[in-house]
């Protein structure tokens, strides 16, 4: 299990990408490929006011995209354990 934040867990089976959040929005295409992914997905944001990462699961056929206030860096981190 990965701890994203708060007192959310996701499995590592299901994560599918972890991006850090400003350069993901300053990437046309990355950003555009979120906004077309966050109109069918849940969008989950752990802290709205302090995002510094997005991870995007997919289970029970369906995408989650959760906006974490854990660095992508920690989280990879925390991914290898």
């Known amino acids: ?3 994203i934040g708060k007192d959310a867990l996701v499995p590592m ?3 599918i990408l972890i991006l850090d959040y400003k ?3 300053r990437n046309d295409d990355t950003h ?3 906004k077309k992914l966050s109109d069918t997905a849940h969008n989950i944001y752990l802290d709205e006011y302090n995002i510094k990462s997005v991870v995007i699961a997919r289970f029970l056929d369906k995408y989650f995209i959760y906006y974490s206030p ?3 860096t920690t989280l990879l981190k925390r991914s290898k354990i």
Request: aromatic share 6%; no cysteine; hydrophobic share 55%.
């Open 13 to 15: 089976k299901d994560v």
């Open 1 to 3: 299990m990965l701890h």
């Open 32 to 34: 555009r490929f979120l």
């Open 70 to 72: 854990i660095s992508s």
């Open 23 to 25: 350069e993901a929005m």
